[in-house]
């Protein structure tokens, strides 16, 4: 049997790392073995594992590219070993109607380096607006930048939602909490979270546990006394920054997020709960502001890059020991890809052919000045991080050493065959 290619090397395979030879044919996974014969065979060093799924990134295209584009944003991506990532709506102009999710598909289609999904936007009346091509569905239930709060949803909306059997992901901080809590000027990350505080969040997890969907996801989850609101129904999603950084370190607006970092306390117990294995997925929410927008902390905009660093910063602490493999496995790459649908995240027949290779005795500090965003400054410079010196994706070597191989032919998800 002939194949378009065959990869050999120590492959993350059922659980271990196995030598093995994986065969590609169509960008897809055909034979996974020893001894493979019918196609070149491509060395792979180090360590190969499937590439990672970032189910939450803000990539400002259209609209404020200033900040981002597609093409830098998932550009950015795959330098951090992720080849697959879901924009969220929250742009200029808000992705709420089937017209708007058009154009912005048509838009960036033909600039991006990685496959991607976009989401739409649910504001409270546009349930039937939405266009059935979207990757998933955001819920802002408090304020945050470009977006309308809900504070209500009515059944025959619930039941419209779930019907497109897409996830719906929940930013969850609850509005009237906001409202309750203002400060009229905040001067530092202590402040922010005074402003936007805990409860805020744990009302919000109650709310979203009740709520009658298949498919929902609650976002950058910041404290772990949300999880036991949840309780187990809902997927729970966590990022790096609130795992690894507190509103106790010198940040400056550049720390400034939405939710905020909590206090070194807080902070030390959301991480323990993802050592643990309590979480489901592990999303950067990659949100760039300009430097002019960071300028003063009051008027700062909320959010900070990460969509790069995400698998990395979890790989060094692999690599140090501090946790095993499999939970940035788990929640970095196979739960973000299955939890949207797509054959990624696995190496498995059927599944694309989509993994990197790192080196775990490799890592290095993270400079901020060698990051891909339009916007590289980074609240994880200086920190130790773990990059891939090879990314695959649908079987091409698309990064190898520093240097980017590939073109712009990331796909829509809905696209991918």
């Not at 200029?92 to 708007?100: E, G």
């Not at 838009?107 to 979207?134: E, H, Q, T, W």
């Not at 809902?234 to 106790?248: G, K, M, Q, R, S």
Request: with cysteine.
């Amino acid at each position: 049997m002939s194949y378009d290619t065959i990869y050999a090397g120590r492959f993350y395979f059922q659980d271990e790392f196995r030598e093995l030879e994986v065969a590609v044919t169509d960008g897809v996974i055909s034979h996974i073995g020893k001894a493979i014969t019918g196609a070149p065979v491509t060395k792979l060093e180090g360590a190969v594992i499937p590439a990672g799924t970032d189910i939450h990134v803000h990539f400002r295209d259209p609209g404020e590219t200033d900040k981002e584009d597609f093409s830098t944003g998932s550009l950015s991506a795959i330098y951090g070993g992720t080849t697959t990532v879901y924009d969220m709506p929250n742009n200029l102009v808000p992705v709420s109607d089937y017209s708007v999710f058009q154009d912005k598909l048509s838009s960036v289609s033909s600039r991006s380096y990685c496959d991607f999904g976009l989401y739409s936007l649910y504001n409270g009346k546009n349930a039937d607006l939405i266009s059935p091509k979207s990757s998933g569905i955001k819920i802002f239930l408090g304020g945050s930048t470009n977006s309308t709060a809900v504070d209500q949803i009515s059944e025959s909306d619930l039941k419209l939602l779930d019907s497109m059997n897409v996830p719906v992901v929940f930013h969850g901080e609850d509005s009237a909490c906001l409202r309750a809590n203002f400060i009229p000027e905040e001067h530092s990350l202590m402040d922010h979270d005074r402003a936007r505080p805990e409860q805020c969040e744990l009302t919000s997890a109650e709310v979203i546990s009740r709520l009658p969907l298949k498919k929902k996801i609650m976002a950058h989850i910041s404290t772990p006394e949300s999880l036991p609101k949840l309780n187990g129904r809902a997927t729970a999603e966590v990022t790096p920054h609130h795992i690894l950084l507190n509103n106790e370190m010198e940040l400056g607006s550049w720390g400034k997020v939405n939710p905020p970092l909590r206090s070194r306390d807080t902070q030390r117990k959301l991480m323990d709960s993802y050592f643990r294995g309590s979480f489901d997925i592990l999303s950067s929410d990659h949100a760039p502001h300009t430097e002019h927008e960071k300028e003063e902390f009051f008027q700062a905009s909320a959010g900070i890059i990460g969509v790069e660093t995400r698998i990395p910063l979890m790989l060094a602490l692999v690599a140090n020991k501090t946790i095993p493999f499999n939970l940035v496995y788990r929640t970095a790459i196979a739960n973000p890809a299955a939890a949207m649908g797509i054959r990624k995240g696995m190496i498995q027949l059927g599944y694309f052919a989509d993994f990197m290779a790192v080196k775990f005795s490799e890592a290095r500090r993270i400079n901020q000045d060698r990051l891909h965003s339009k916007t590289p400054i980074s609240p994880f410079n200086g920190f130790q991080a773990v990059f891939p010196h090879s990314v695959v994706m649908r079987g091409e070597v698309i990064l190898e050493g520093n240097e980017f191989m590939g073109e712009r032919n990331g796909k829509f998800v809905a696209n991918l065959k």
